[in-house]
């Protein structure tokens, strides 16, 4: 093969070889979208930084939102004790007051056991009233069913009472609305 001929060989190949003018059209559209594409990718890149700062911001706020609400319900519960105990204390005074003229009264030589009685009485009618305010209840159950939520059996006994009837209260309980401060202590009745 002459050299004109390989020259002429090489250059049908090369044509053969080279992109068609269709191709090369599609290739260049291809650079353009690609052109255009990276832009795209750098808006939604923004977009989504600017929606994790968005969503960074609502976590934080929210975080410092629920601690402001933990600090204010501690507040709010150490008031809310502090009020029931300055309430407390300002009924119980009225007592203490009492048993501190009793006091008084016990040291006079000339006390009579009919004034220590009606003092006695006074007392417990004050600390009775007192208890009312607080709203505490007393817990007498005689003659009663009996009740493990407000009652503690101490002992049994035989009786013509019906089974489980509370015969003796050995101690009174106490209930705050329906908290059960302490049980009152029963002797209950079984069957002979």
């Not at 601690?67 to 009924?91: H, P, W």
């Not at 004050?126 to 209840?137: A, D, G, M």
């Amino acid at each position: 093969m002459s050299e004109k001929n390989k020259d002429i060989d090489m250059k049908e190949q090369f044509i053969d070889d080279a992109p068609s003018v269709e191709d090369t059209k599609l290739e260049e559209e291809s650079l353009d979208n690609n052109a255009q594409e990276l832009p795209l990718e750098d808006d939604q890149l923004s977009i989504l930084i600017k929606e994790n700062v968005r969503l960074n911001d609502l976590l934080l706020r929210g975080k410092a939102e629920l601690d402001n609400f933990q600090k204010r319900t501690i507040k709010q519960m150490q008031q809310a004790q502090l009020y029931s105990t300055e309430k407390l204390a300002s009924e119980l005074m009225v007592i203490i007051d009492s048993l501190e003229a009793a006091e008084k009264l016990s040291l006079d030589p000339n006390l009579k056991i009919e004034s220590l009685v009606e003092g006695n009485t006074l007392l417990l009618k004050t600390t009775q009233e007192v208890f009312s305010k607080l709203q505490i209840e007393e817990i007498n159950p005689i003659e009663e069913t009996f009740d493990p939520d407000f009652h503690q059996a101490m002992a049994t006994q035989e009786s013509d009472s019906p089974d489980n009837s509370v015969l003796e209260v050995m101690q009174k309980g106490y209930k705050l609305k329906s908290k059960l401060l302490r049980p009152a202590l029963v002797i209950v009745a079984k069957k002979k």
